[in-house]
């Protein structure tokens, strides 16, 4: 079957956020949240800074699973440790790679083998001075789990947060004012690196409409 992302609401040049599951050598399972970038129909792309139980595991194997979800407390538990076993189910071994694994009760998930991984010292990053690898994998399975799958996107949380700030801000005192513009300006960042076109325009309107009322933005 041919594989096509948008069927799971995943468009290319797009960024989501995901969860990615893997298995070390000794059957350790996985769990942490990156982003996930489209490049082509049947393609993405990641970006992982070195050090990590995630790029070790994407070397070690050249596999991984790409998990659409939308639940807090898997974000939660994959970001502060990782997953327990309990929420996750095993795909058994089709290879000499062994088994994989996804998160049991995620929308969708990504089977995905690396085509290409290159990396690269960056000197001045804001997150930290260290190497990052830039990975191309290709989907060679999709698994829906539930048909209303819809992929996290930072830019529309980052949206919502300026329109109740922007609903607000003629009420509140000069601080919060200027922790709103603050928040306001990370927003604009957040959405004009990785939210869609919709989601530019309408902070492109909301900005003009600030600066109209005076704001200095
Ligand atoms: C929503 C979200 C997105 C993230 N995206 C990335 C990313 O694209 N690249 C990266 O190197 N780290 C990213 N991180 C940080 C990693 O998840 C974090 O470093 C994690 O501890 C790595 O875990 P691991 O050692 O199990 O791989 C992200 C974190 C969150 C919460």
Redesign the pocket.
Known sequence: MEIDLAEIGMFKGQQY?AIITTIDKEGHS?A????VRVLENDEVF????EG????KNIKEKEEFIVNITSSPLM?TLA?TN?IPDEYLSRIPETNDNGEMTYISDADAYLICKVKSLKNSFRENDPIKDTEVNFIKAEVVEINIKNNCVKPINRGIHALIESLVNYSRINIVDEKTKGYFIERFLESERIIKRVGNEEEKESIRILKEDLIGQGFDL
Do not use: H, M, V, Y
């Open positions: 956020e996985n942490a949240p990156f982003g990641l970006r992982i800074f990590g139980n995630t790029i974000f970001t990782t």
